[in-house]
């Protein structure tokens, strides 16, 4: 059943006066948790406090991987629960870890950020799982 909006919205096809893209609940509950994960607060200008206050962190070298991963859970978790209200018993888990990057040939290493929310779907009672990974110092998605 694909009765939610797609994100980004498009708006060429409604001015052509045709309908505009659909997603299926899991999907859509996917794209908001990546979007809630890859903003940080005060981003959204229209709710100042959507988004992931693990941000404010991004570049602070004296945080060991563990505290950083806390953190992370801590507000993923926080904002899972406010924002994603089609998801009941939330659980986030979170790996932090050195890893390599290939820019222009030349391999980086970078904090990379594993992460898995997982849940059950209110409507259904059916099970729910989203992973993501990305590098951070500045946010980077592979």
């Not at 709710?47 to 950083?68: E, K, M, P, V």
């Not at 391999?107 to 009672?125: A, D, F, S």
Request: proline residues 3%.
């Amino acid at each position: 059943m694909s009765d939610y909006l797609k994100l980004p919205l498009r708006f060429s096809p409604f001015f052509e006066k045709r309908n505009l893209g659909t997603c299926s609940l899991k999907e859509s509950i996917a794209r908001n948790l990546h979007l809630l994960i890859t903003t940080s607060l005060g981003e959204n200008k229209q709710d100042l406090q959507y988004g992931a206050a693990f941000w404010d962190y991004d570049y602070d070298i004296h945080l060991s991987n563990d505290s950083r991963r806390e953190i992370i859970i801590q507000t993923i978790r926080k904002q899972v629960e406010r924002y994603e209200r089609r998801l009941s018993n939330i659980t986030v888990e979170v790996n932090v870890k050195q890893a390599e990057y290939v820019v222009n040939k030349n391999p980086q290493l970078r904090r990379r950020i594993e992460l898995v929310v997982t849940g059950y779907l209110i409507r259904t009672n059916e099970f729910f799982n989203f992973q993501t990974g990305f590098f951070i110092g500045p946010l980077l998605l592979d």
